[in-house]
């Protein structure tokens, strides 16, 4: 096999159109052998001698893309140290764009004898081991053009490429579960009637199948167990894994963005698939284990584990730190994807021990110029001492806000709260990003995720019910906030039925009608239920798959109506924060930008805020007091809206405020579906609003009136103009 020294840059394996560079740093190795493998599995050996700043690396000019390699790192076995080389294991490249086949369990893929974790093991490894391949950078995008959607207009659909389209009738059955399903003209339909602007994939970075689970006839479904962050997983592609997964993903990508819809990547650089020290030598830990992962600093033999999967990568090790760096860049420049959700983000701020919202990773971020101007939304917490970090990341990124999920939850079961934190939910949470100069799109508002109940589920049971997992029901959240109306699990009962579709309704409203980044479970549209299992990660079958055969049809159509309200009206997208200060009007007149209303009608006082009955709530929205600019520089003007909120188990009568310049409201949106196109309501008339229900007001359009041009109307006008006189001053003026 002809070798040239090559190129310490890039790392990995890149194709340049004659040839192969091959470049791997490991600073603890003695040698570096690259192995590459035929068709019929014959691995051939190259030593690569020439190292440079720790990176070794070679040109192989005879090889071409579909070349399958690997490679057995040579150095010291001495885990106590951190150092656990064994040669006798194939390791998959951390670079790799492309991976062939899976991880076959066994004594061999381990680098010590069961039983005995202090001892080594020699077994070879390379054909239980899945294998890197060169791939082939070029791809035709047609003049791809990212939709670049401001956050203050995006709609998030938080989607499995899998469990979104198996089941779909009209994806053809071969492409099913795969990246081409996902591009299939059946989803961006959904999509588009939904108002989506953005799919949120969980992982599609290359993941291994846990044995454990295989054991248990179960798998790693939704796929947080990354052993390849620059490879698109192979089982999602439906014509191959020898590079034709990763011109599949691109395709994927530029039909979504021909249709306007983003690319968001659920990305884990927390941890990988290698586990504590009882698990597999698949890749990095072979390669330099005290460089990639987080040590115990009293005995290396041992890893952080701040993520509850068995290890923690080192992000406080530059090349860990430019491993997670050039993986980001490589997804948004040659995979085009539009933004990142970083699973467990925490774990990356802990550049020593504590959570440090200015760690390294995150000063790499800020000043990146490739990797900062794309959608970056943290899970901002982790398993470790002070994990919890909702609103305490930096300001260029997004959260996603587990407090709007908990409180929104808590209000709608009528939990007794604090209205305050429900107003402050509502309307983008400016008690957690406002200080650090965010703005309440910093807020991922969601009800429902892909870790916990659907929201069918949210409303049909009390508890979870986790059996099918294999854990004795000890796995999955005990803390639900759900409510099950009476009965546990499924009912013919009408009346359980309808308050638990009016429930349904409720949540996905307020999320709608919510400031801030508004986030929809996959499914939830269509009423997608798990049986109540509220950890579905084990279950690939079609206990998570979404039943399109079984679809709640109004609900469907219930969520695209509230997502082109929100579309239409930018009142409920603002983009900066309520001030609750009067704004000028024209005619001289002032009112709020936002009023709180008591059912009377009358404003809520400091003391309603803290009473704890926490049930019922109403509010003002001012269409014409925005304070903000279009995209032209014209001023937004929109309408006026009242929201009415009733979370107890009564009817109420809600009062309706005298408005000067709004004479009658128009029901557009009323959960309880009694109230919705009524006639016109007038000002300070008394609405009868369901239990558990939400009602949306709109300011009523008054015809335009006809203009008399006579001489007698011109000098009515000019008497009228210089008539003295007052105008009543409504509630909310000032």
Excluded at 199 to 217: A, C, R, W, Y
Excluded at 513 to 530: A, C, F, I, K, N
Excluded at 633 to 646: A, M, T
Aim: charged share 25%; with cysteine; proline share 6%.
């Amino acid at each position: 096999m002809q070798t040239w020294p090559g190129s310490s840059y890039p790392l990995g394996a890149t194709f340049d159109g004659n040839g192969t560079n091959f470049a791997l740093f490991s600073e603890g190795a003695q040698r570096v052998e690259l192995c590459l493998f035929g068709d019929r599995g014959k691995e051939t050996r190259v030593d690569m001698v020439d190292v440079d700043a720790y990176v070794w690396h070679a040109y192989l000019p005879q090889v071409r893309p579909g070349q399958r390699y690997g490679y057995r790192v040579h150095g010291k076995n001495d885990p106590a140290s951190g150092a656990r080389f064994n040669p006798s294991k194939l390791l998959l490249d951390p670079y790799a764009k492309a991976v062939d086949g899976q991880v076959e369990w066994g004594q061999a893929v381990f680098g010590y004898d069961f039983g005995d974790p202090d001892s080594v093991n020699n077994d070879d490894s390379a054909s239980s081991m899945m294998k890197a391949v060169v791939v082939n950078p070029y791809f035709d995008w047609a003049g791809d053009r990212l939709p670049k959607t401001p956050y203050s207009e995006s709609f998030i659909y938080e989607a499995h490429v899998k469990g979104l389209t198996e089941r779909h009738p009209a994806i053809p059955e071969e492409i099913r579960g795969t990246y081409s399903a996902i591009a299939h003209p059946a989803i961006i339909e959904h999509l588009k009637k939904l108002g989506v602007t953005a799919i949120e994939l969980m992982p599609v970075h290359q993941f291994v199948n846990d044995s454990t689970l295989q054991d248990k006839g179960l798998s790693n479904y939704w796929g947080y167990n990354t052993i390849s962050f620059f490879a698109p997983q192979n089982t999602y592609s439906s014509t191959g894994d020898r590079g034709q997964q990763v011109e599949e993903f691109k395709g994927m990508v530029r039909t979504l963005h021909a249709a306007g819809i983003e690319v968001i990547l659920d990305v884990v650089y927390n941890h990988t698939a290698e586990g504590n020290h009882l698990g597999p030598t698949l890749s990095m830990r072979g390669i330099d284990n005290a460089a990639y992962y987080r040590l115990e600093d009293d005995d290396k033999r041992y890893y952080t584990d701040y993520t509850g999967t068995g290890n923690s990568l080192n992000a406080g090790n530059p090349h860990a730190l430019q491993l997670i760096m050039d993986s980001l860049r490589y997804w948004v420049l040659e995979m085009h994807v539009d933004g990142f959700r970083f699973d467990l983000a925490s774990a990356l701020a802990r550049e020593f021990y504590d959570v440090d919202r200015l760690a390294t990773f995150f000063e790499l971020v800020q000043q990146d110029p490739v990797v900062s101007q794309v959608k970056l939304i943290a899970e901002p917490w982790d398993v470790g001492p002070g994990g919890y970090q909702v609103g305490n990341f930096p300001p260029q990124w997004t959260e996603w806000n587990g407090k709007y999920r908990d409180t929104v939850r808590d209000f709608w079961r009528g939990e007794p709260q604090a209205l305050g934190e429900f107003a402050s939910r509502l309307t983008g949470s400016a008690d957690l990003y406002e200080h650090s100069g965010r703005r309440p799109v910093a807020s991922v508002n969601f009800v429902t995720a892909h870790d916990g109940f659907t929201l069918r589920d949210l409303v049909s049971y009390n508890d979870k019910h986790n059996d099918s997992n294999g854990e004795d029901g000890k796995d999955g959240a005990d803390d639900n906030r759900s409510m099950n109306f009476g009965v546990e699990g499924p009912t013919d009962d009408p009346a359980v039925n309808t308050m638990r579709a009016r429930q349904q309704r409720n949540f996905i409203a307020t999320l709608l009608l919510s400031q801030g980044v508004p986030m929809l479970l996959h499914g939830d549209e269509l009423g997608r239920t798990q049986q109540g299992n509220n950890n579905g990660y084990a279950q690939d079958n079609e206990l998570t798959w979404v039943d399109w055969d079984n679809v709640d049809h109004p609900l469907i159509e219930f969520t695209a109506a509230m997502a082109r309200l929100r579309h239409d009206h930018p009142t409920f997208r603002r983009r900066r924060f309520f001030d609750g200060r009067p704004v000028r009007m024209k005619k001289g007149e002032r009112r709020r930008d936002i009023a709180w209303l008591r059912p009377d009608g009358s404003l809520m006082q400091p003391d309603d805020w803290d009473s704890g009955f926490g049930r019922a709530v109403g509010v003002f929205l001012n269409g014409r007091g925005i304070r903000e600019r279009d995209r032209r520089g014209e001023p937004i003007v929109d309408k006026h809206f009242i929201v009415l909120f009733n979370a107890g188990d009564d009817v109420i009568d809600f009062h309706l405020p005298a408005l000067e310049d709004s004479p009658k409201w128009n029901v557009v949106i009323d959960t309880a579906g009694e109230q919705a196109d009524s006639e016109p309501i007038g000002p300070g008339a008394t609405v009868r609003l369901s239990a558990k229900a939400l009602m949306v007001l709109s300011e009523h359009d008054l015809p335009e009136p006809e203009i008399d041009h006579s001489v007698a109307a011109s000098l009515a006008a000019l008497t009228d103009a210089t008539m003295p006189g007052q105008s009543p001053k409504a509630e909310l003026e000032h």
